[in-house]
């Protein structure tokens, strides 16, 4: 079956935006096997690594440009001190990880194996700091250590254990969750917590903070009305939103065996982000209408019931062709939003959650929501073309979503790309796409899907979804007519 869709491309809009790279930002919180097991192996481990990080994970996200990396949770990072983490391994204290399946961890990866792992990776590191269980001292001392050039106490003992040069650490992070796991706080009072916590936190010229607040879970607008009310701009570079497309909190169902009914309200909370970002974007207008707030939504990802016989505080979940959609989805929004959203973190990177990645000993495997992400990366610092959509329904039962969605952009050497979803598991979308003020001679895509919605990558079967060369879009002039199968991700490229 075959239904239509048409997009209008303004290739020369009257103000650039910028699709921020950072938009394409990961996560990776101390949960399950992220951290520990997942990146970080140990340099006695018989898998290739670099100072016990995974070689192979590292090349895998370099290819995706992986933009910047939040560490070190979540929640995680509310009951996290850092200075239990740094200095001879040997020497560091255990702590127990009570988030997330109260498992006894050593410490071994601290500030020093995050930040030069970023180095490795060409990633921005996002520090989360702990406020709900931490004090605004040792904040503003984790600040000095990592980002202090001359002598002082912290930078001392930074040099002492090894690291001569500040990392100048941008992202910062001021709690988590705080209406949750970051200490079930109300909006009034973490804002006044947020301005004493960044009052403290020593900034320079040299390396000027980025400060983030702890955003709102998914539709509470309130949250971040107090926090643009209560905290003073110039201490606010961010104001997070987190939003997961879960089916049900109590009855999230299985990541690989599920219905179309169930696909389709995932697809429904995927869509949610949609209606979420321009809601609180319209509340950030009013007291920001310039637009120098960014709005940065560091949790964001797919989350079903953990794999069967696996400990249900590791979070760990296959990845199928429903994942690869809802990043499709999430991050043409994303990229459509991105004159307010400059930030936005998948949760999570390595094995837990909506994973890019999976390992299994010395196997490591790339998901389908990995390969959208690859062939989204075109669009990281390429200035936003604005779109107009009109798109058929996917109709399941007496309920409808847009089966449609889209965006484009043109990259510094000339190029342009839109990507494009089809939600729809049973239609064939005929697109029509006119490119008002561009001129090109040669279009060439890239496609993902699968003969069937529950495919996965397994470690028997890792290539099962990869993406392929897609030649099926056709260029007359400024028009394009291409056919998008069902359930799939196309990108293409004109020149
Ligand atoms: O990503 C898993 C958890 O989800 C994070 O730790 C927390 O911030 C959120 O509730």
């Given at each position: 079956?075959?239904?239509?869709?048409?997009?209008?491309?303004?290739?020369?809009?009257?103000?650039a935006t910028t699709i921020s790279k950072h938009i394409y930002g990961h996560f990776a919180e101390h949960l399950g096997r992220c951290i520990y097991g997942g990146f970080y192996v140990g340099d006695t481990s018989k898998i290739p690594n670099t100072a016990g990080v995974r070689n192979d994970i590292v090349e895998a996200l370099k290819k995706l440009q992986i933009p910047n990396l939040r560490w070190p949770g979540g929640c995680f990072a509310d009951t996290y001190h850092w200075k239990d983490g740094v200095g001879p391994k040997d020497k560091r204290p255990s702590i127990v990880n009570t988030n997330w399946g109260n498992v006894t961890e050593d410490n071994s990866f601290g500030t020093h194996d995050f930040l030069n792992m970023c180095k490795l990776l060409n990633a921005d590191p996002y520090i989360s700091g702990n406020v709900g269980s931490g004090t605004a001292q040792e904040l503003a001392d984790w600040v000095q250590y990592t980002n202090f050039e001359n002598k002082s106490p912290m930078s001392d003992w930074r040099r002492q254990n090894g690291q001569d040069q500040p990392w100048n650490v941008k992202f910062w992070g001021i709690g988590n969750e705080a209406w949750g796991?970051?200490?079930?706080?109300?909006?009034?009072?973490?804002?006044?917590?947020?301005?004493?916590?960044?009052?403290?936190?020593?900034?320079?010229?040299?390396?000027?903070?980025?400060?983030?607040?702890?955003?709102?879970?998914g539709a509470d607008y309130n949250w971040t009305e107090t926090l643009m009310k209560n905290i003073p701009h110039w201490m606010l570079s961010g104001v997070g939103v987190h939003h997961y497309s879960v089916i049900d909190w109590?009855?999230?169902?299985?990541?690989t065996d599920y219905s179309e009914a169930q696909y389709f309200l995932t697809m429904k909370e995927a869509w949610k982000m949609e209606e979420i970002v321009t809601k609180h974007a319209a509340v950030m207008d009013k007291y920001d209408p310039q637009k120098k707030v960014a709005m940065i939504v560091d949790e964001w990802g797919g989350w079903y019931d953990v794999e069967p016989n696996t400990n249900p505080g590791f979070l760990y979940q296959q990845n199928t062709m429903r994942d690869a959609m809802i990043a499709g989805i999430t991050l043409n929004t994303f990229n459509n939003h991105a004159d307010r959203v400059r930030m936005a973190n998948l949760a999570q990177c390595v094995n837990v959650l909506q994973a890019v990645i999976l390992t299994d000993k010395e196997k490591m495997i790339l998901t389908p929501t990995y390969?959208?992400?690859?062939?989204?990366?075109?669009?990281?610092d390429a200035t936003l073309l604005p779109i107009q959509l009109a798109t058929s329904d996917y109709v399941v039962g007496t309920e409808k979503l847009p089966a449609v969605t889209a965006?484009?952009?043109?990259?510094?050497?000339?190029?342009?790309?839109?990507?494009?979803?089809?939600?729809?598991?049973?239609?064939?979308?005929?697109?029509?796409?006119?490119?008002?003020?561009?001129?090109?001679?040669s279009v060439t895509g890239r496609i993902l899907?699968?003969?069937?919605?529950?495919?996965?990558?397994?470690?028997?079967?890792?290539?099962?979804?990869?993406?392929?060369?897609?030649?099926?879009?056709?260029?007359k002039g400024n028009a394009l007519t291409l056919k998008l199968p069902p359930f799939s991700v196309v990108v293409l490229e004109l020149k």
């Open positions: 079956n075959a239904q239509q869709a048409t997009v209008m491309v303004n290739a020369s809009p009257g103000s796991c970051g200490g079930n706080m109300t909006a009034e009072y973490y804002a006044n917590e947020y301005r004493k916590f960044a009052t403290f936190m020593p900034n320079s010229a040299k390396a000027p903070l980025y400060r983030i607040a702890s955003g709102a879970s109590n009855k999230k169902s299985s990541a390969h959208v992400m690859e062939m989204y990366k075109v669009h990281q965006s484009a952009s043109k990259d510094a050497g000339g190029k342009t790309h839109i990507s494009l979803t089809n939600i729809d598991t049973k239609n064939t979308q005929v697109i029509t796409i006119n490119i008002e003020g561009g001129q090109y001679t899907t699968s003969n069937k919605l529950q495919n996965y990558n397994s470690f028997e079967e890792p290539d099962k979804i990869k993406p392929a060369a897609f030649n099926g879009a056709s260029l």
